[in-house]
């Protein structure tokens, strides 16, 4: 892929995650963004993110995000002083590399994995994030009902190979 299209990608990525910020603060007005610590974490991640645009290497993706998904946890974890959160936040982390996948195939690298492939590590760890936050009674609706997402991943497991080519 040519560096100006890379560029223009990673130009467009970084606003979004600009905005999304932002808007995150239009939408929770008692949301206070405090530029601390873990905001060291995110830039190393989008540091890395931008020498992988930059070098050809799309591949440096899947790293960046999930260095930035960890700073992103740790910047919530420092807001909220929640840190017992880490007993099921750690889930995020294959969600992580699902979106570094997904951003690395965009970039023009990863050809052989399928988006498939990612919504799957999308898939497993929003369910594991549920499952043990519910379990640890962060998640309270899904409290009670915790066992149910464990069944829905057993079929899910069950069935999944039926349906490969």
Known sequence: MKTKKRTSMLGGLLLILIGAVFLAIQIFPGLHIEFSWPWIVIAVGLFLLTIGAATGEPGMAIPACI?????????????????????????????????????????????????????????????????????????????????????????????????RR
């Not at 807001?79 to 936040?89: K, Q, R």
């Not at 492939?117 to 009670?144: H, M, P």
Request: proline share 3%; charged share 10%.
């Open 67 to 163: 260095v930035g998904g960890i700073g992103g946890i740790l910047t919530y974890q420092n807001a909220t002083g929640d840190w017992e959160s880490w007993s099921y936040i750690w889930a995020l982390i294959p969600g992580f590399v699902g979106v570094g996948i997904l951003l690395a195939k965009l970039l023009g690298g990863e050809k052989d994995t399928s988006l498939g492939d990612v919504a799957w590590l999308l898939f497993i760890s929003l369910l594991l994030f549920v499952i043990f936050g519910s379990f640890f009674g962060a998640l309270g609706i899904f409290g009670t009902y915790w066992p149910v997402l464990l069944i829905l991943l057993g079929l899910t497991l069950l069935v999944r190979p039926l349906f």
